[in-house]
Every structure is written in structure tokens, then in C-alpha cells.
């Protein structure tokens, strides 16, 4: 069974797996101020990250156990039940899961067991080496919700406004 840490903040969404000592960050300063998205958004995308990225690491058949420190979150994994804006989450990971015929689990952690993660969480690299000095830490980009496609008359004018701002105002 592969298991995986998983922590959001404000700064940055970060999971960590202990049996290869691989920590993984992303800053969430763009997702949290454009989209104005609440720290349970984060979290919850941190976990649907975690997954999607750890996936191929189980194989086919194989166990997945994230741990995650916001009841909300295990719940939502766990029921397989959220708010519309949280459905795509649900359904990327359910889609991965079945391709994969993996059994995973979002389970509970007291904050207080999840330092690692709490510590990647707010960037402090270096306090999370201290308490594991064969941690590596990689970035990652989290998953985006898939947008509807673009009309041609949509595609048209943004290229037209695109083309626009490209062009040298003294040709």
C-alpha cells in the first residue's frame, strides 16, 4: 500500500511520500487570489493532486491511502459527494481509479502527525529537511477543471484581440 501525506495553505498545496522520502509543492498564491477559492478548495485539490500524480506508482489492483488533516476533504473523497464547483475533482479521480482498479482511501490525520506536509505546505523547505534529511522536494502542477471548448466565433475574436496586441503600433 502506497500512502501519501497531502497539506494546503494559502501558499501552496504539497503531499509527501514517506516510503521514497519524495515531498511534492506548488504555490497556491494564483489559485487562492484569482479564483477566490476557500482553504477547503485548496485542500481538496491538494488530494485530487496527490492522487492523480501517485497513481501509476500503484500497481494495477494495488492500495492508496492519502492522509489529510481537513475532516472536509476526507469526507468529500470519501463520499464521493461535494458541492458542484468540487465535482470535476470527484470525477478525475474516480476516472483514474477505475482505469487503474485501484482501492484508495482518504483518511484522517491529526495535524500534529502531519508535519511534513504541513511544513512543504508553507514553503519551509528547510525545517522539513531537518526533521527528514533524505526528503527531496519537487514542484508539481496541480490539475485545472476542464473548461467547455470555444466556439469559432470565440476562437475568432480572441485571436483577432490576440493579433491585435502582437502587432507594432508604428507598422
Keep these: 500500500m502506497l500512502r501519501v501525506y497531502c497539506d494546503a495553505s494559502p501558499f501552496g498545496l504539497r503531499f509527501w511520500l ?4 519524495k515531498g511534492f509543492q506548488s504555490p497556491a498564491t494564483h489559485l487562492f487570489s484569482q479564483h477566490d477559492k476557500s482553504i477547503f478548495y485548496l485542500e481538496a485539490l491538494c488530494v485530487c493532486a496527490a492522487i492523480l500524480h501517485v497513481i501509476n506508482l500503484v500497481p494495477a489492483g494495488g492500495r492508496l491511502a492519502v492522509f489529510m488533516d481537513n475532516l472536509n476533504s476526507v ?3 470519501n463520499s464521493f459527494a461535494a458541492l458542484p464547483a468540487f465535482n470535476w475533482m470527484l470525477i478525475a479521480v474516480a476516472d483514474a481509479v477505475i482505469e ?14 502531519n508535519i511534513i506536509a504541513d511544513l512543504l505546505s508553507r514553503f519551509r523547505n528547510s525545517d522539513a529537511l531537518q526533521l527528514e534529511p533524505r526528503l527531496t522536494i519537487h514542484s508539481f502542477q496541480p490539475p485545472q477543471p476542464v473548461r467547455a471548448a470555444w466556439s469559432m466565433e470565440r476562437l475568432l475574436v480572441e485571436c483577432s484581440i490576440n493579433l491585435g496586441l502582437a502587432l507594432d503600433t508604428s507598422t
Aim: glycine share 4%.
Design 75 to 77: 469526507q468529500m473523497f
Design 100 to 113: 487503474r482498479d485501484i482501492d484508495f482511501r482518504v483518511l484522517h490525520v491529526p495535524g500534529t502527525h
Design 18 to 21: 514517506p516510503s521514497s522520502c
